[in-house]
T-cell receptor, first 114, second 117 residues
């Protein structure tokens, strides 16, 4: 399995600022996904970027992928207090003949203050 | 979007008892469901993968006799923590996926917090 590693572990910014989180992984991937988790809650899928893509946008989210460096970044622009959450990257790996499983990184805890 | 529910959301039990956690896909049929475990301020660790009608595939280090998984229908998977001990206290999250393609999104339940006294 491959473990994604996010940095920073914790990030504190003010509303309106941009937040950038990075993720590194170890082996080849088919795709990389970013998830958000509010404290004590389940995960919400944010965005998926395939290995042949370099950049993807979704609303205020921008994800980049550099397969040569085995890294990805998640940028949240014009952050809001409601963006406060933990963000995880996850890489998909083949777990059986039936499909793929996800390997999650350690996460970045984002705090956005008003 | 697709909704996955978990029940109960929180459970406290005595050491030695068994606890069953349900994971349901409410508006879609899930061929595959996953069970994760998350300790405070840590990442999700995959425990097992279950496909409807077949035995679950457990990750290395996860005791299959302790964590019993049943995926009897396309909308329900259960995780039973048998003879629970305090070290089993954790946040258990399930996810469900429609198909087996790598691009398929996993939809996560809200999690179940287990506290074993």
């Amino acid at each position: 399995s491959q473990q994604g590693e996010e940095d920073p572990q914790a990030l504190s910014i003010q509303e309106g600022e941009n937040a950038t989180m990075n993720c590194s992984y170890k082996t080849s991937i088919n795709n990389l996904q970013w998830y958000r988790q509010n404290s004590g809650r389940g995960l919400v899928h944010l965005i998926l970027i395939r290995s042949n893509e370099r950049e993807k946008h979704s609303g205020r989210l921008r994800v980049t992928l550099d397969t040569s460096k085995k890294s990805s970044s998640l940028l949240i622009t014009a952050s809001r207090a409601a963006d406060t959450a933990s963000y995880f990257c996850a890489t998909a790996y083949r777990e059986s003949n039936s499909g793929y499983a996800l390997n999650f990184g350690k996460g970045t805890s984002l705090l956005v203050t008003p | 979007g697709a909704v996955v529910s978990q029940h109960p959301s929180r459970v406290i039990c005595k050491s030695g008892t068994s606890v069953k956690i349900e994971c349901r896909s409410l508006d879609f049929q899930a061929t595959t469901m996953f069970w994760y475990r998350q300790f405070p301020k840590q990442s999700l660790m995959l425990m097992a993968t279950s496909n409807e009608g077949s035995k679950a595939t457990y990750e290395q280090g996860v005791e299959k006799d302790k964590f019993l998984i049943n995926h009897a229908s396309l909308t329900l998977s259960t995780l039973t923590v048998t003879s629970a001990h305090p070290e089993d206290s954790s946040f258990y999250i399930c996810s469900a996926r429609v198909g087996g393609r790598v691009q398929e999104t996993q939809y996560f339940g809200p999690g179940t917090r287990l506290l074993v006294l």
